[in-house]
T-cell receptor, first 111, second 115 residues
Framework: GQQLNQSPQSMFIQEGEDVSMNCTSS?????WLWYKQDPGEGPVLLIA?????ELTSNGRLTAQFGITRKDSFLNISASIPSDVGIYFC???????????FGQGTTLQVKP | DTAVSQTPKYLVTQMGNDKSIKCEQN?????MYWYKQDSKKFLKIMFS???????INETVPNRFSPKSPDKAHLNLHINSLELGDSAVYFC??????????????FGQGTRLTVV
């Protein structure tokens, strides 16, 4: 079956440090989305990627859609305390209509 | 205006009861989803509806029955609740077509606790 692996599972970093997380899959996807979830809230979209090789930025966040369409990474530069939360990759398949989620990366930032 | 709204936000109930969670979206989207988030924060897709028709059913027990009276609503009814049903349930919606601007928007979640 379809496998989606997100890593790392958790990170504990110092404020100001850069962060990188990634997702790899056994399947090809049309779209890669990255979401952030704060405690007690639903996931909120951070970045959307629609083309293989696409590199997109949103403020301090940068994400790339892998050229093989089977992976994506998210970088956060100069982390701040409000970056704390759970980050999810969420690839979408137009063939199945499914939007699935990685296992999540829990980020903690020490001021 | 809330784009995707779920009610209730919290639900505590006894084993064996039947309960419903409601979801409404005002984004004009064609596709709606239900996800279950367990204690390890894993988000697992349960159902997807497109224009009131079921298109995805991810081996969810028959006790869970989604109902879509119109494309703006997707409710989740759960019969004979079990302890293992305790989780946070999220509703989401997205446009049906592929390509740009097809991101999913999520509700705030319903925390279900079965005692």
């Amino acid at each position: 079956g379809q496998q989606l692996n997100q890593s790392p599972q958790s990170m504990f970093i110092q404020e100001g440090e850069d962060v990188s997380m990634n997702c790899t899959s056994s399947s090809i996807f049309n779209t890669w989305l990255w979401y952030k979830q704060d405690p007690g809230e639903g996931p909120v979209l951070l970045i959307a990627l629609y083309k293989a090789g696409e590199l997109t930025s949103n403020g301090r966040l940068t994400a790339q859609f892998g050229i093989t369409r089977k992976d994506s990474f998210l970088n956060i530069s100069a982390s701040i305390p409000s970056d704390v939360g759970i980050y999810f990759c969420a690839p979408y398949s137009g063939n199945t209509g499914k939007l699935i989620f990685g296992q999540g990366t829990t980020l903690q930032v020490k001021p | 205006d809330t784009a995707v709204s779920q009610t209730p936000k919290y639900l505590v109930t006894q084993m064996g009861n039947d309960k419903s969670i409601k979801c409404e979206q005002n984004l004009g989207h064609d596709t709606m989803y239900w996800y279950k988030q367990d204690s390890k924060k894993f988000l697992k897709i349960m159902f997807s509806y497109n224009n009131k028709e079921l298109i995805i059913n991810e081996t969810v027990p028959n006790r869970f029955s989604p109902k879509s009276p119109d494309k703006a609503h997707l409710n989740l009814h759960i019969n004979s609740l079990e302890l293992g049903d305790s989780a946070v349930y999220f509703c989401a919606s997205r446009p049906h077509h592929s390509g740009q601007n097809t991101e999913a928007f999520f509700g705030q979640g319903t925390r279900l606790t079965v005692v």
